[in-house]
């Protein structure tokens, strides 16, 4: 067990979920699987423009609107409506990278407080880590929706540990910099999920802590 009562916010899109059968369904629909993470990189431009200009960002009806956008474009085959219906189906049926499970077992073994918190709905991550088999790893599952502007404004950080009364230290893990950036400049600690070697980009605050799994994250901390 760990000596302090240590806190996790883990970031949901992309951080826990594996986004690459998105991608497929681009590709089913006729279009090119490059096509998915230009398509969610628009969902995330869209919803911090419309939380930075005081106005609701609802992500899911964002994905919707962009996946038409984006399909429009392509050359689909069949009906336009029906590509969007396929795309969107593929994000709502993702699953969890590999390292994601057994990672939160150990995590919840050690005796840490775990959390999820995300610019979407609970939902996404009630299912994801049900069907993994993770559920009861996580403390409480949390949204900003409702509640503050998206991250990464400092406002939905403070106001998730403000919300579970956090005591000791707290950490945010994602796989997003900006997502990272965010959480250092409300003060907290963080961890950077760097599956894929990338360098950091210098222009945002650096993580307290970088792992290439979440099973690596225990022996850090």
């Known amino acids: 067990m760990t000596r302090q009562p240590v806190t996790i916010f883990f970031d949901v899109n ?3 979920s594996d986004l690459s059968s998105v991608a497929e369904a681009f590709e089913l629909v006729g279009a090119s699987k490059s096509l998915a993470p230009t398509w ?3 969902v995330l431009r869209d919803g911090f423009a419309l939380t930075a200009s005081g106005s609701d960002a609802v992500f899911g009806d ?8 984006v399909l429009s474009d392509a050359p689909v085959t069949g009906d336009l409506d029906d590509a ?10 993702v699953s969890v990278h590999p390292d994601v499970a057994p990672g939160l ?3 919840h073994a ?10 979407g709905p609970t939902s996404t991550a009630e299912r994801l880590l049900r069907e993994a088999g993770a559920w009861e790893s996580i403390d409480e599952f949390l949204t900003v929706e409702g509640h503050t502007p998206w991250k990464p404004a400092r406002a939905s950080y403070l106001d998730a540990v403000a919300r579970i009364r956090s005591e000791g230290a707290v950490y945010v893990a994602a796989v997003h910099a900006w997502d990272i950036h965010g959480a250092s400049q409300a003060g907290l600690s963080t961890i950077w999920i760097n599956r894929s070697s990338r360098h950091y980009p210098a222009h945002f605050r650096p993580p307290t802590i970088t792992v290439s799994t979440v099973g690596e994250i225990p022996a850090q901390l």
């Open 62 to 69: 964002i994905a919707r609107n962009n996946a038409r956008d």
């Open 40 to 42: 969610f990189a628009s």
């Open 14 to 16: 992309e951080t826990l």
């Open 84 to 93: 969007v219906d396929r795309v969107m189906a593929a994000f709502a049926a």
């Open 110 to 119: 050690a005796g840490y407080r775990l959390f999820t918190l995300s610019n």
């Open 105 to 107: 077992h150990a995590l």
